[in-house]
């Protein structure tokens, strides 16, 4: 694992010691990664190993029980409810849920962080949704309902609404779970396209090995966790560490699956474990 640089002005997000437990079930157990400006980082890991709740660190939408994430030198868990707001500004995030306003319409949906966080005229934001909604290949849904679209597609409402401010930084949650291959590349290139074109600072959560190794200048792998594994793409294919190779080989037999899975009692998520086996190997899909 590389040591992570001491000069805070290469850094956009540097995360330290960061500990996280529910009751009595620890997630992160001591978190150490950096992300330079304009960086595209992928997590991968298995489920329940707390990507998601590392990402929901980042943006300040759970408090660490210990440690820090410093964002452009700020540290997020000693900003104010009022300060927190301004914050996210710089973010442009995907939930894994999707997490549209299921009562406002696709156009609504992609327009609200325009009309909330920048100053565009009703024609310029007129335009901007189209152009997004465009760049994820979902011409003529404006008026629709959520409801009225397939989860794909809501997906791709979802990582068009988290771009459509330009964000200095942008968190996708599984962006391409579900969708075709064809959509799942289209996703990555737009994704490659904003780190290189606007130097985008991303990070990435997937379970598609393929998508991680194409849009990612470094893949980190949380484990127990931890991150057990930093590198580029290529150096992280040939690590030798056992727990790396059955992941990103997608094996059922390996270190991986001898784990007790990590569940306490507030554990109701049952279902994820038909989606990738309860080792959290990933899912070929
Ligand atoms: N708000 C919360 N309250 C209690 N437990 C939580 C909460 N959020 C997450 N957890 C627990 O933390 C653990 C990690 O969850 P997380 O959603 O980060 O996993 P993940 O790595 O994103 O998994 P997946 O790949 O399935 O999305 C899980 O056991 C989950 O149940
Ligand atoms: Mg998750």
Redesign the pocket.
């Known amino acids: 694992m590389t040591e992570p640089s001491s000069k805070t002005d290469t850094v956009k997000i540097r995360i330290r010691d960061l500990r996280k437990s529910?009751?009595p079930?620890v997630?992160l157990d001591g978190v150490n990664v950096d992300i330079v400006p304009a960086e595209s980082l992928v997590v991968i890991?298995?489920?329940?190993?707390?990507?998601?709740?590392?990402l929901k660190h980042i943006i300040g939408l759970?408090r660490p029980d210990s440690g820090t994430v410093v964002v452009d030198g700020t540290a997020v868990e000693t900003l104010g409810n009022r300060e927190i707001t301004e914050f996210r500004r710089k973010f442009g995030m995907a939930f894994?849920e999707g997490a549209l306003f299921d009562s406002m319409t696709i156009w609504q949906n992609v327009a609200f962080p325009l009309q909330r966080l920048t100053k565009m005229s009703r024609g310029e934001i007129d335009d901007r949704v189209e152009e997004c909604l465009g760049m994820v290949r979902l011409e003529g849904v404006s008026e629709k309902l959520p409801s009225q679209l397939s989860g794909g597609m809501r997906r791709r409402v979802g990582f068009a609404r988290a771009v459509a401010h330009q964000p200095e930084i942008l968190l996708f949650?599984?962006p391409t779970t579900g969708l075709d291959p064809i959509t799942t590349a289209l996703i990555d290139e737009v994704i490659l396209d904003l780190s290189d074109r606007l130097k985008t600072t991303t990070i990435t959560?997937t379970?598609d090995m393929e998508s991680a190794f194409r849009i990612g200048d470094r893949i980190a792998m949380?484990n127990r966790g931890k991150i057990i594994a930093e590198a580029p793409p290529e150096e992280f294919k040939r690590l030798d560490d056992p727990r790396v190779q059955q992941f990103i080989h997608g094996r059922a037999e390996g270190p991986l699956s001898e784990e007790t899975p990590?569940?306490?009692p507030?554990?109701?998520?049952d279902d994820?474990g038909e989606?990738?086996g309860e080792s959290?190997i990933p899912s070929r899909s």
């Open positions: 529910f009751g079930k997630v890991g298995g489920s329940g190993t707390g990507k998601s709740v590392l759970l894994q949650d599984e959560i379970h949380l990590a569940r306490g507030s554990d109701s998520r994820l989606k990738t959290g």
